[in-house]
């Protein structure tokens, strides 16, 4: 399965935007980049995805580099309710279905 | 929809004793996972199943798990026997479209 490398934990203040980088060198063509959070006691949650451009929703910017090698989930006004740990995940080959989670980025946001 | 549904939401078993996790998906779902979560290992995904058949297994740790899926509407996965080490967070999760999947509270279960 292709890799991803995520800083282990990061802060931001309230209100602020937060950047949280993601490194996918080994991506093929067909992989999608999928994020999901952890908020604390809770299981995972869906927050955005992307193939080739970037991709906006109600929850969060998607940023994807030009090469694929790296991308960038932007939150654009951090709340505490942000705080979480946030997965960036690669599609599993042809199958996308399969998610491998690794450790995430534990994001602080401070009031 | 209410969601994915799991029962029970915690689980406190003695070594040795059969357990037995389950999981309603979302309706229209064709797509289940099972899900394991602890602290060392983080979550790993144990098997998936599509239109109730199981099309990955790699994750399941050992023979003692199993998991079924008799219908589109509920799952099940079990221990036998557990041991202590097996205590974690299992998940379940459904999925119809291949790029979001919708997890449930998961399970948490401490075999002593």
């Known amino acids: 399965d292709a890799k991803t490398t995520q800083p282990n934990s990061m802060e931001s203040n309230e209100e602020e935007p937060v950047h949280l980088p993601c490194n996918h060198s080994t991506i093929s063509g067909t992989d999608y980049i999928h994020w999901y959070r952890q908020l604390p006691s809770q299981g995972p949650e869906y927050v955005i995805h992307?193939?080739?451009s970037n991709v906006n929703n109600r929850m969060a910017s998607l940023a994807i580099a030009e090469d694929r090698k790296s991308s960038t989930l932007i939150l654009h006004r951090a709340t505490l309710r942000d705080a979480a740990v946030y997965y960036c995940?690669?599609?599993?080959?042809?199958?996308?279905?399969?998610?491998?989670f690794g450790k995430g980025t534990l994001l602080t946001v401070n009031p | 929809d209410a969601g994915v549904i799991q029962s029970p939401r915690h689980e406190v078993t003695e070594m040795g004793q059969e357990v037995t996790l389950r999981c309603k998906p979302i309706s229209g779902h064709d797509y289940l996972f099972w899900y394991r979560q602890t602290m060392m290992r983080g979550l790993e995904l144990l098997i998936y199943f599509n239109n109730n058949v199981p099309i990955d297994d790699s994750g399941m740790p050992e023979d003692r798990f199993s998991a079924k899926m008799p219908n589109a509407s509920f799952s099940t996965l079990k221990i036998q026997p557990s041991e202590p080490r097996d205590s974690a967070v299992y998940f379940c999760?459904?999925?119809?479209?291949?790029?979001?999947?919708?997890f449930g509270q998961g399970t948490r279960l401490t075999v002593v």
């Open positions: 999760a459904s999925s119809f479209l291949p790029t979001e999947a919708f």
């Open positions: 995940i690669l599609g599993s080959g042809g199958s996308n279905y399969k998610l491998t």
């Open positions: 992307g193939l080739t």
